[in-house]
């Protein structure tokens, strides 16, 4: 079979000369500044953009969300875009402790219009940007690197022109080299630095320089690269905040971000899930929760991540893939067995821990319940589940503690009828084939009469008669026995009929419900006299009763 031969069409990406690396050896140990471009970036990649409407609720979200920096629009494109932020700041949706920023070409009617977007908004981020990458500067503007670089600093300063004194204390700017992940490393440091300077910067003035994987074009150890060389060579370091901007497009955006963060990187654009261009932005969710499982603050709030999908869903008509990290609808669900009996013994052992014991559960990064998940969807059964999955649905959902030893007989009612439906099955149809095949069965052995009498006078109080109609197999029998207890007369007289004889080798007994709702539950093993063993499953608001019914269900599973 042919293989795919890139034949020269493709190139890596050029090595960064960095010498004595060190985010290899770095570690997380704090939350970055989030700045949320879901309004923006995120919204543009809509095949239904926003309203003004949903973008104001979308707002209202990432704030309570706990982002500190959102960009809302660029305001000089549409009235729309404008209009939302007048309405931001004329309604006063903008806590004093949130900064918006807005986006902009350097163009002077566009600066003068966005700067009049801002009017009345006590902070904000000038975010301008142009590209700077080989391929650009060849196809889209057909300018040399000097050139280029003369249209970042023709930004800045029509900016400079376009502010007053006032505007200068409550804006800050922010540049981006766009499609700095395929710009040649020593010229994106050169651009940044021009801009820096005509800027000019303080500990009180920082600069945002964002370096975009506008594409991602390389593994993220190259991106990492990128940001420490480019840390280590941009002068003022102390008065430059650089931001990461990751896109997907090689599937590895959380990767590179995570290690643009090693790298020094101090600020981190993305938006809810993932949303953006092509195969989307950073998702800043994965990225935040990725340092909780860690045990770092992400100062993030995501502990009620349904909601806060169901609101990223309607906002945005986007789906979420069942996949997705920490959000999607199986990522806490098991279908294998060994999976399943795993995170089955784990969370019964977690029962008795204290709440905030480390957690330790396999196959589960974190406590669902952290992040409102719950656990009642952690195992799904189907035909290639194992034998305690289906067990570990009865006992959380109806509380039927069944023993181990009985789960292989389950597990393989439960394989063969999902082998059949050639799907998943619910939890209620797990229900109804348990109930089917152990509480309802009559195919052998039924009771149409029963009547049990304490033995009075004797030494051994415990002494029971036990009177029975039953049909077996069609042929009726009227049958009694004395025994120790209702379950031992009853088998005793099962031998007055043409059942197989038997032995009870194991028992096991609890109940469910609480007050006058209570019921017995009874699980009996039997084993007959060429030694094969059969579960019975039997229910009752007596034990004795329970423990007859138990019988009666193993001897119609022969």
């Keep these: 079979m042919a293989g795919m031969n890139p034949n020269g069409k493709y190139a890596p990406i050029a090595d960064i000369p960095l010498q004595m ?13 989030w700045c949320s471009v879901d309004l923006r970036d995120g919204n543009q990649a809509l095949i239904n953009p926003m309203g003004i409407e949903t973008k104001l609720a979308f707002f ?10 959102i960009e809302v629009g660029f305001p000089a494109a549409s009235d729309t875009e404008y209009d939302f932020i007048r309405r931001l700041i ?13 986006l902009c070409q350097s163009r002077e009617k566009l600066v003068e219009k966005t700067i009049e977007s801002l009017k009345g908004c006590k902070k904000a981020i000038f975010h301008i940007y142009n590209s700077t990458s080989p391929a650009q500067r060849k196809y889209t503007f057909n300018k040399s690197k000097e050139e280029i670089k003369q249209i970042a600093i023709d930004g800045v300063k029509c900016i400079k022109r376009c502010l007053s004194e006032e505007d200068r204390k409550r804006i800050r700017l922010e540049y981006s080299p766009e499609s700095f992940s395929m710009t040649e490393i020593d010229f994106a440091v050169e651009i940044c630095e021009a801009v820096k300077n005509e800027w000019g910067t303080s500990k009180d003035n920082k600069i945002i320089l964002n370096l975009p994987t506008t594409v991602e074009c390389s593994t ?30 090689r599937g590895t955006g959380v990767a590179s971000c995570e290690m643009g963060l090693l790298a020094g990187a101090d600020r981190v654009e993305g938006c809810l899930f993932g949303n953006g261009e092509r195969t989307g ?12 499982s860690q045990g770092v603050d992400p100062e993030l709030d995501f502990r009620d991540i349904p909601t806060i999908a169901d609101y990223y869903k309607k906002f945005t008509e986007m789906e979420i893939n069942p996949r997705t990290p920490y959000v999607g609808e199986l990522v806490f669900t098991a279908f294998s067995g060994s999976h399943q009996d795993a995170i089955r013994k784990g969370m019964v052992a977690r029962a008795d821990m204290a709440e905030n014991a480390l957690w330790d559960v396999p196959y589960l990064l974190i406590d669902p319940h952290d992040i409102g998940r719950e656990y009642e969807g952690i195992i799904r059964i189907n035909s290639q589940s194992g034998k305690g999955g289906s067990a570990y649905i009865l006992e959380q959902k109806y509380g039927l503690n069944l023993p181990k030893a009985m789960h292989p007989a389950l597990g393989d009612v439960i394989k063969k009828a999902a082998d059949k439906a ?13 109930v089917k095949q152990w509480i309802t069965n009559k195919s052998n052995l039924e009771v149409l009469d029963l009547a049990e009498t304490q033995l009075e006078g004797k030494s051994d109080s415990s002494q029971v ?45 609890h109940s469910v419900g609480t007050g006058n709702n209570t019921s017995a539950y009874a699980y009996v093993q039997i084993t007959l006299e060429n030694g094969s063993t059969f579960w019975g499953v039997g229910t009752s608001t007596s034990v004795g009763r329970a423990g007859i019914n138990a019988v009666v269900s193993a001897l119609n599973q022969i």
């Excluded at 050639?422 to 348990?434: D, N, T």
Aim: glycine share 4%; with cysteine; aromatic share 10%.
């Design 21 to 33: 690396r060190k985010w290899p050896s770095a570690k997380i140990t704090k939350a970055p500044i």
């Design 60 to 69: 209202d979200l990432l704030v309570k969300l706990g982002f500190k920096e």
């Design 90 to 102: 004329e309604e006063d949706h903008i806590p004093d402790d949130v900064t918006i920023q807005v």
């Design 220 to 249: 993220p150890n190259v991106y990492a690269d990128q940001i420490e060389y480019f840390a280590n060579h941009i002068t003022d370091r102390e008065n430059v905040i650089i931001s990461t901007h990751c896109h997907n497009d």
């Design 281 to 292: 932005n950073l998702d800043i969710v994965n990225v935040a929760l990725n340092m909780f």
């Design 422 to 434: 050639q799907r998943e099955l619910k939890p209620e149809e797990i229900y109804e084939l348990f």
């Design 465 to 509: 008669s036990c009177r029975a109609v039953v049909n077996w197999k069609g042929e009726q029998f009227a049958i009694g026995e004395k025994g120790n207890g209702p379950l031992d007369a009853f088998s005793a007289a099962l031998a007055n009929t043409p059942a197989p004889k038997f032995n009870i080798t194991a028992f096991h007994e």
